[in-house]
């Protein structure tokens, strides 16, 4: 994050001290041990390549969505200002493109850059779902597909590539990466209409007040009768809320098992997610990234 103009190691290091669960980083350390690395510590620069990625979407996000809040301290653009946090983000994509190239491989780099570009895509489409009730599953699902899954897939694969463990594997560890991608998300979406979300420095309902579409609420708008569609166009498409708005949201969602199904989708993902691991003889690395899968889901407990 060094750089000779000061605010960019200033803002950056605001973000990063601010903690979080480091989980894509951890992803392509343990995908690369899983698959037989043990040459060096390409591996650690690329999990910081990925780290990277995810600052800098997390810092244009919170100012798509002018966030307040980041892992319960101020967001970065709330003390510095949406300008240094889009240009401080535009850094850590450019600094981390430059770790890629200094690895050498092409592959790699084909793998984040396509990541990085599917990511951007899944944020565009999701600005255009937003506020839309008429959006559909497969819709909401390619949104999360690229915002998160992406990278999740691109995470594990290069641990692959480092590893050089063969196609099949690496086939493996992507389609590992992607699935629970999807499973992460789709807890999170859930949990942005929980009080665990404040256990996590959340504020409960943000999805809510910016009109984003996702599965809890698809659900409920799916299963609900005239007057409750009504409520979600006016709460979401017009952005005309009350403050007893989100309670009724959330009671709304509570009626049509909105809640439970989307944690069990998630656990589908997940499932399919321990299913790519099969091709990999036990060890402590494929049993900590079974465990991540566990993790991710019994957030929503």
Not at 140 to 164: H, N, Q, R, S, W
Not at 242 to 266: G, N
């Amino acid at each position: 994050m060094q750089s000779p103009v000061a605010l960019i190691p200033q803002l950056a290091a605001h973000i990063v001290a601010a903690g979080g669960k480091r989980l894509r980083p951890l992803l392509t350390l343990a995908a690369a041990k899983l698959a037989g690395y043990r040459g060096g510590q390409r591996h650690v620069a690329l999990a910081a390549c990925v780290e990277f990625i995810h600052t800098a979407t997390l810092l244009h996000d919170d100012v798509v969505d002018e966030s307040a809040l980041r892992r319960g301290q101020a967001s970065a653009n709330a003390l510095f200002g949406n300008k240094p946090s889009v240009l401080v983000g535009d850094f850590l994509f450019a600094r981390a493109f430059q770790v890629m190239v200094e690895d050498g491989s092409l592959e790699v780099l084909r793998i984040l850059a396509g990541a990085s570009a599917t990511i951007a895509e899944g944020e565009v489409l999701q600005l255009i779902t937003q506020n839309d009730t008429a959006t559909t599953e497969d819709q909401y699902l390619a949104v999360i597909e690229g915002k998160t899954a992406a990278l999740f897939a691109a995470a594990t694969e290069v641990g692959a590539i480092v590893a050089d463990c063969g196609a099949a594997r690496q086939v493996a560890l992507r389609a590992y990466g992607h699935n629970l991608g999807v499973a992460f998300q789709l807890i999170d979406d859930a949990l942005d209409y929980s009080a665990a979300q404040e256990a996590l420095g959340k504020t409960v309902g943000d999805d809510f007040r910016e009109g984003k579409i996702t599965l809890p609420v698809l659900l409920a708008f799916q299963r609900g009768d005239d007057a409750e569609r009504v409520f979600w166009r006016r709460t979401l498409e017009e952005r005309d809320q009350a403050e007893e708005d989100l309670p009724k949201a959330i009671a709304l969602m509570q009626k049509h098992a909105a809640f439970t199904d989307t944690v069990l989708r998630a656990r589908q993902y997940g499932q399919v997610a321990l299913d790519a691991l099969d091709v990999f003889p036990d060890s402590a690395e494929r049993r900590a990234l079974a465990g991540i899968v566990e993790f991710c889901i019994s957030r929503a407990r």
